[in-house]
């Protein structure tokens, strides 16, 4: 098993960027494959980005794509997703998420999950 703790949400204003971390206990990191995910109020579970066990190839939804990046520090247990440019429909709880095998984008090809960290962008 492994354990997921986010952190780094907030409020901020459209434009603005912030950093997420996803700290990873348990089972050893680099055995998983890693992904985010958020949700907003009254809608489903979206698929934001995904990382390979290595970090050496990530995929991105087509909405975040060149504002949004994703990396892990295996090393440190930790991956992170830098958001640059933040929009206000980029307002949601995000949560991390550990799969075996291959990066998916859909919800139930991961296994564990954090709790989530609130991030609002104001206009």
């Known amino acids: 098993q492994v354990q997921l703790v986010e952190s780094g949400g907030g409020l901020v204003q459209a434009g603005d960027s912030l950093r997420l971390s996803c700290a990873a206990s348990g089972r050893t990191f680099s055995l998983y494959a890693m992904g985010w995910f958020r949700q907003a109020p009254g809608k489903e579970r979206e698929f934001v980005a995904a990382i390979t066990r290595s970090g050496s190839s990530t995929y991105y939804a087509d909405s975040v794509k060149g504002r949004f990046t994703i990396s892990r520090d295996n090393a440190k247990n930790t991956m992170y997703l830098q958001m640059n440019s933040l929009k206000p429909e980029d307002t949601a709880v995000y949560y991390c998420?550990?799969?075996?095998?291959?990066?998916?984008?859909?919800?139930?090809?991961?296994?564990?999950w954090g709790q989530g960290t609130q991030v609002t962008v104001s206009s």
């Open positions: 998420a550990a799969g075996e095998g291959v990066p998916r984008t859909q919800v139930g090809s991961y296994d564990y």
